[in-house]
Every structure is written in C-alpha cells, then in structure tokens.
T-cell receptor, first 113, second 115 residues
Framework: ETGVTQTPRHLVMGMTNKKSLKCEQH?????MYWYKQSAKKPLELMFV???????ENNSVPSRFSPECPNSSHLFLHLHTLQPEDSALYLC????????????FGPGTRLTVT | SQQGEEDPQALSIQEGENATMNCSYK?????LQWYRQNSGRGLVHLIL?????REKHSGRLRVTLDTSKKSSSLLITASRAADTASYFC???????????????FGQGTILTVHP
C-alpha cells in the first residue's frame, strides 16, 4: 500500500463512451502525475500537476483531459478513445515536482473496444 | 535509443542466487532511481542514488552509479521467488543547470526467480 489509490482498477469502454479515471493520494504530496504504460514500451509521462497547476502536457491527444481539483485528487477524463489507447494508466505523486521519488498507485487497466 | 536502458531485458535465476541488472543513460543526471513492478500493478520505489554518490545499500539491494560511464547497476542478493517482477531504472535529468528535470524510465528488466 503506497498511499495512492486508483479507481476503477479495470475498465472496458467503447470508442464512443466517456469515462473518468480517479486517483487519490493520502501522502500530503504537492505533485501528481499521469503515466501510460503500454506493452513493450517505456512508461510514458502524460501530465504533471504541481500545486494543482498543470505544468506538463506531453503532447497528449485531446481525447485525454486531466483535472486536478486539489492537491490530493487527480482525474483523467476519457472520450472517443481509440483501441491503441488500451494500456495500464498509472497515477503517481511526489513530495515536490520531480525531484523526489514517486509513489505509484496500482493502475487502471483500460481496454478500448 | 532511450534514456535509462536496462540490460538484460530478461533474467531467469534460481532462488538464492544473486541478480544483477544494469542501466545506461545518456544525459547528465541529478539522481537515478530503481523501481519494481509486479505484474500489472503499480511501481514501487526501491532506492534513489544521487549523482554525487557511488554506492548505496538497502537490505538485500545494492546500487552502484558510475557517472563517467553513465551507468548504474542493481544487485539483489540471495534472491527469493517473491523478487520476481520487472525492474526499472529512472533518471532525473539536470535541466539548464537546475535539478528539476523529468523522470525518464527505461523499458525494464523482467526478473524471474525460480523456487
């Protein structure tokens, strides 16, 4: 248990659906991250929030929309996804922006049909 | 090739043996971190070594860093079946003279420890 929770753990959605992934950290950290992990590819950083402000958008398609209402919660809103978006989506947090070790949630396994 | 490349891609050993994984990177770093990931789960931070450190220990883990060769190694001694997982190195690059750089992951080494 790392102190970072993600829901749901598994999600199957059609290409026309809209869904949201949720991440919550109980560690009092100031920075939160979304990563995408696809088979046989390195972890890809998607978004970074530092003190609730988005500081990084790694050229992520607009069908992925992040939201950070406060420093403990992070959402990833999904709409009109493609089958190649199927992956494990990992949320992480760290005490400060990038400089410290990151604590990861268990991930959401997303399948787009 | 990518920053933070692990070698070998896969390693299979018997319980009780030592496992050594290597990581190479390309840019100057502030620190290098090792993470473990059990199948389909989140990553767990194992150890962080700063650019001015050469060796660090944590339990059965030993990490070395050679900044002149831009490489690091992770040694797991007396391995157990529970050590079966993927291991990733990740680097925090030095950016424009500051220490606030991105954490970049390699593709990982899949370690299998047979009972």
């Amino acid at each position: 248990e790392t102190g970072v929770t993600q829901t749901p753990r598994h999600l199957v959605m059609g290409m026309t659906n809209k869904k949201s992934l949720k991440c919550e950290q109980h560690l009092g950290h100031n920075a939160m991250y979304w990563y995408k992990q696809s088979a046989k590819k390195p972890l890809e950083l998607m978004f970074v929030y530092n003190f609730k402000e988005q500081t990084e958008n790694n050229s992520v398609p607009s069908r992925f929309s992040p939201e950070c209402p406060n420093s403990s919660h992070l959402f990833l809103h999904l709409h009109t996804l493609q089958p190649e978006d199927s992956a494990l989506y990992l949320c992480a947090s760290s005490q400060e922006y990038f400089s410290y070790e990151q604590y990861f949630g268990p991930g959401t396994r997303l399948t787009v049909t | 090739s990518q920053q933070g490349e692990e070698d070998p891609q896969a390693l299979s050993i018997q319980e009780g043996e030592n496992a050594t994984m290597n990581c190479s990177y390309k840019t100057s770093i502030n620190n290098l971190q090792w993470y473990r990931q059990n199948s389909g789960r989140g990553l767990v931070h194992l150890i962080l070594i700063r650019s001015n450190e050469r060796e660090k220990h944590s339990g059965r883990l030993r990490v070395t860093l050679d900044t002149s060769k831009k490489s690091s190694s992770l040694l797991i001694t007396a391995s157990r079946a529970a050590d079966t997982a993927s291991y990733f190195c990740a680097t925090v690059a030095v950016d424009g003279g500051t220490s606030y750089g991105k954490l970049t992951f390699g593709q990982g080494t899949i370690l299998t420890v047979h009972p």
